[in-house]
């Protein structure tokens, strides 16, 4: 089995945003602009990918996208706990 290169650059890329709006949202407690539907389907991406590991290709590649995922359903737990922030 061949590690996929281009698409775990592609996971880490992507994977790189996560962290920093998590820190922002912990920082401020401000989730304006973020779209909770938005999240919801990045991480059905990011579960859609893992599934296509476990079926068709397990690899390594498979750890970014557990960390994507957890990242993503992060995000989106703080937007549903500060959005009343937001709202006001």
């Known amino acids: ?45 990011y579960v859609s990918g893992m599934i296509h590991k476990i079926v068709y290709s397990f690899d390594q590649v498979f750890l970014l996208y557990v960390f994507n995922f957890v990242m993503v359903t992060i995000d989106l737990g703080l937007y549903w706990k500060y959005r009343k922030r937001s709202l006001s």
């Not at 962290?19 to 949202?25: A, G, L």
């Open 1 to 45: 089995m061949q590690l996929s290169v281009f698409e775990a650059g592609m996971l880490v890329c992507f994977g790189i945003s996560w962290p920093i709006s998590i820190i922002k949202s912990l920082r401020t407690k401000v989730v304006q602009g973020k779209s909770p539907i938005f999240m919801t389907v990045v991480a059905l991406g």
